[in-house]
Structure formats: C-alpha cells, structure tokens
C-alpha cells in the first residue's frame, strides 16, 4: 500500500526492500529546465548484450549532465531529497555525497529498455540510493515502466514527470521495453563507504 509519506510498505515496519517516492520533486518549469540543459549534451548509445544476443540487457541513449553552476540546484535539489528519503526510510546509510555526474537517460521506441539489474558491482561498490528522476510525461510514450523486483512481487513506480523515486542500489529494477514514444529520465547515484 502507499502511505502519507510516499512510501510502499508491506507492514508497520519499513524494511530494506521499499522505494521512495516524491510525486512533485520538480514542477513543469523545472522540468523544462532540465530539458533545455540536457538537448545541449553529447550523447551516445549505451548497449549491453548477455554474450549472445545483441540489446538483450539494455539498450539506452545516454549523456553526462557535470555539476557546475547551471546545474547545481538540480543537484542540490537531488541530493537533499535523497538525504531525507534515507533517514525517512529509516535505511540510515552512511552517505557522503555523489562520485559520478548524473546521467541523462533516452529510451527510445527502437529497443529501448534497461533488464533486471541491480546498481551495484565491478568498480560501483560505493553507490548506496539509486535515485530517478522522470522527465517525460506518460503521455509522452507508451511502455517504459520502471520496476522494483522484491522477491515475492514486482512493483511498478509512478511514472509522472516531476516523480522522483529513490531505492537502494542493490534492489533489482528494470525499465520495460518502450512500445512507442520517447522516455526521458536524470538517474544518478548517492555514495558512501561501500556496505559491510
């Protein structure tokens, strides 16, 4: 269920395998904003295969948004937002703040998706939240649902522009295949001292 605090729970107690969610993290200005600055940045296609079968595993278009002065309040915004879903959450991880620029995601209806995979491994041990940031509203395209895998169910994050959701780096989500249109998002990751 969703509680007052953008939550999903099974129980009382919060435990180590629920996201957050803040439905207006950004308004429409905002967002635009953001858009103005990321059409500005080079951009590559990401593709990963499984070793046998081309765009089995992600399939993205991808730019680096730095931290400078044009950019700071995005990440200010990001990082304090972050901070407060930790300690709301009660997850309480040593955080010390962001290692990587954020990264400015474009699924397209060509095969765009991302598999199940979690957002730690070989040389991101530091990453603790996985935050993303929905810039596309879902008018926009038609898939492209981000999904958490919590073992016993799969729950499926809103999808509104302006939605910011935070989870655990080690939590497995995937976005699914885009059906038609274009899905933009900012996704970045908040560090610390890997876990122990």
């Known amino acids: 269920m969703i509680d007052d605090n953008n939550t999903i729970q099974d129980n009382e107690e919060m435990d180590m395998f629920n996201y957050y969610y803040y439905s207006k993290a950004f308004n429409s200005k905002e967002i635009e904003s953001i858009l103005k600055l990321c059409d500005k940045l080079k951009k590559e296609v990401v593709i990963v295969d499984d070793g046998t079968t081309k765009d089995e595993v992600r399939r993205t278009e991808i730019g680096m948004l730095p931290s400078n002065s ?3 309040w995005i990440y200010e915004r990001l990082i304090e937002l972050s901070s407060e879903a930790n300690k709301d959450m009660n997850w309480d991880f ?4 962001m290692y990587e620029d954020i990264q400015y995601s474009i ?3 060509n095969g765009g998706h991302y598999q199940w995979s979690s957002d730690i491994g070989d040389g991101y041990i530091h990453r603790k939240l996985s935050v993303t940031l929905q810039l596309s ?3 926009e395209y038609e898939g492209g649902e981000i999904e958490y895998n919590l073992g016993s169910r799969i729950l499926k994050a809103p999808s509104e522009s302006g939605t910011l959701t935070i989870h655990p780096s080690y939590l497995l989500h995937r976005t699914n295949p885009i059906v038609s249109g274009v899905k933009k998002t900012l996704v970045l990751w908040i560090s610390g001292n890997p876990f122990k």
């Open 70 to 72: 044009k950019t700071n």
């Open 94 to 97: 040593d955080l010390d703040g």
């Open 137 to 139: 509203t879902p008018e």
């Open 107 to 109: 699924y397209h209806d």
